[in-house]
């Protein structure tokens, strides 16, 4: 993925649906139940959203233990998945996204100064 | 039809999960373990998604438990396509809820990985399968893909190992297909994780021939056969070679059954060979072997039975044909379906796919007689101690189902007379040999019984003749200094002694008649003697009668004598002392 660091580009290529604004980020989360990692990826997700597309992002979590069959239509394997499907659906990207910058690369978001750090496995959390 | 249980000779502690694929099952003794993993490995191309498959579909079809196919290589409908040929509808399976099929894409360039995570999802997707048709039966094909897809080896690793224990916990019988690594079973060591039945297969190129072996490496807690064991792949997808017992137990009966040749039946006691026995023809090239097979399986179909004819030279045409030319019609007993031919070329793949091919026909058809022409065509797929022992196990194969074996073996001119190819000759039972005689610028065929276990037979050769009401048996001659004749030789001297013989019996009539004649001048002499014999007789009867007569005259002479010189009347016997005056 080569994008201009500069800014985020939020092209649509597809026809949006209606409701959603063109620059909108359409994030989904896959988990199975509350686990220590997907509640970590959760809050990671988030705050990572925050800090970066405030207002212009929606995370819609899966979970899979409700809906199992989600799972093969959406081929996937590892959990926690992240995948983003506006804009442009594009690789998904597994673990608890404790690898700010990475997950920031994957977004094609540039590195800002990174606000807070992120919540590792071993970080406290809520 | 439920699933079968202690198959295995351990007892109850060990269930067994039958695969359904012909001969696997024998070989391990009733099956894959039960409730726990398998793991079946190999190189690529080796039959490893088939075998999955299989075991699958038959579970699905044969033994009505449901399985899962979870597939990490081809897509579920490359999956469905390939198999079509094999004559499984995975697509039919599916909306029966027999068969659930997942395909699990794990593309590197489509991942990326940040922090720590782990496979739930395929294990949701694995327990959401499972659940949906209750299946009994999983295949991971093949699960080192992911690793291909992931780079976190200690994270997968420690997944596999959780995933394999949930399996067992869940109750599923599981197979799972690995690649061959170097040195190791598998490519990822998943053998570690995996390890309480391990098969192995194997495509093996010898010589340009191509075989495919499978061995059990390992089963925890049942035995199992540890050999190679070569299978095929056909139309009906995998067959192994069934184990035949290599003890020595079979039976035997005194059934015999006829050769197609009458006299060749006479030169046996009359009856012709053991039923089960098995039967070796020998002879240079050109002999007629072909032709003493062609009149035993017509024979066997005359009396009903099935026959099995492998060819390895000839195409069946031109067999029909062959023997048609001397009075043997084998056409009507293949339209009545009493005899099959199957004839491909020695070469056409190695010893051990011949002999499950063999096996395979051998069982569908279930023959009463099996004829092998020629056997030592083989040596070209193999060398001489491999088809001595495929030669063995095959020999052994039909005696222990008692089905009689015509072989003919093609022996070369320069060979001692009584040397077979392969050291063939102590597996047999009965032992027709056919020899060339060559003599006075002709060659003719002899044909002898050169052993024959268990019954008399003639040690006689008779010449071997083949024209157009078939087969032939005659009488020898012998010439002087012991020379067998035959062919125009024969037929000179039979001429020469019929001569002989009329030369003789004239003779004897001549001297006859004469000796007769001779004996009526005997008689005739003896006649005239008895004739002067009467005579005489007479003579001296004559004589006495007229003594006795001038007695008796004398005497009434006298008396009237007496009388009329009236002397004393004396008592006419003249006893008394004569008294009175001497008259």
Known sequence: MTRLPKKIKARTRKPKPAALPSDLWDLRLYVAGRTPKSVRALRNLKRLCEENLKGKYHIEVVDLLKHPHRAKVDQIVALPTLVRKLPESMKQIIGDLSNTEKVLLWGGISTRTAKSSPDGPDGEDA | MKPAKNNGKTGPSLHKCPTGIVGLDQITNGGVPRGRPTLVCGGAGCGKTLLAVEFIVRGAIQFNEPGVFMSFEETSEDLSKNVRSLGFDLDDLIRREKLAMDFVRVERSEIEETGEYDLEGLFVRLNHAIDSIKAKRVVLDTVETLFAGLTNTAILRAELRRLFLWLKDKGVTVLIT????????????????????????????????????????????????????????????????????????????TTRISSGVKRLDTMMGGKGFFRGSSILVSGTAGTGKTSIAAAFAKAACQRGEKCLFFGFEESPAQIIRNMLSIGIDLAPCVKKGLLRFHTSRPTLYGLETHLTVMHKQIEEFKPGVVIVDPVTNMISAGIAQDVRSMLLRLMDYLKGRQITTMMTSLSSVGDAIEQSVCGVSSLIDTWVFVQDIELGGERNRGLYILKSRGMAHSNQIREFVLSDHGIELLDVYLGPSGVVLAGSARLAQAAREQAEDAASKQEILRQRTQAQAQRKALEAQIAALQAQGLAQNLAIEHLAAQDRLRAVQGQADRTAMARSREADVAAPAVAGPRRGRHL
């Open chain 2, 178 to 253: 690995g690649e061959k690594g170097d040195g190791t079973l598998t490519r990822q060591g998943i053998e570690e994780y995996v390890s309480d039945c391990v098969i192995m297969l194997d495509h093996r190129v010898h010589d340009q021939l191509s075989t495919r072996r499978l061995r059990v490496v390992k089963y925890r807690g049942s035995t199992h056969g540890t050999n190679e064991y070569p299978f095929i792949i056909d139309a009906q997808g995998i067959s192994v070679l069934p184990v035949t017992s290599m003890g020595l137990n079979h039976l035997a009966t």
